[in-house]
């Protein structure tokens, strides 16, 4: 079935001590949904379970993210969660700490009509 993209959100989050990769993801997650409504599930009649919801993750070591634990943040769709490199880690080195910042988009795509 041939799907379209109806909505891209993006978003940023940070752990700021403890270097928690899926921490950071999650917010970055939470960040992007903030600022989305998708109010045309219900106008369009459209079923919120034939929805994909690709969620790209960028961090610096996305082998330390937890894609099914950020799953559950979403309350539409199918979702697949992807890790890739990107973000930022800083390190300081005063304190042996690592700051941990995410970047996410959100695509979510619908059935063609």
Do not use: C, W
Not at 40 to 63: S, W, Y
Not at 86 to 108: F, K, N, P, Q, T
Request: proline share 3%.
């Amino acid at each position: 079935m041939t799907t379209k993209r109806v909505i891209l959100e993006m978003g940023s989050g940070a752990d700021l001590h403890g270097g928690d990769y899926t921490k950071a993801a999650r917010r970055a997650v939470e960040d992007a949904l903030r600022h989305s409504s998708l109010s045309f599930i219900r106008t369009l009649g459209v079923d919120k379970d034939a929805l994909e919801v690709n969620v790209i993750i960028g961090v610096q070591q996305p082998d330390k993210v937890d894609g099914e634990a950020l799953k559950s943040a979403f309350p539409v769709g199918q979702v697949k969660v992807t890790s890739v490199l990107g973000g930022l880690d800083s390190y300081d080195e005063a304190i042996g700490d690592s700051a941990v910042i995410a970047a996410a988009a959100i695509e979510v795509r619908m059935p063609a009509r």
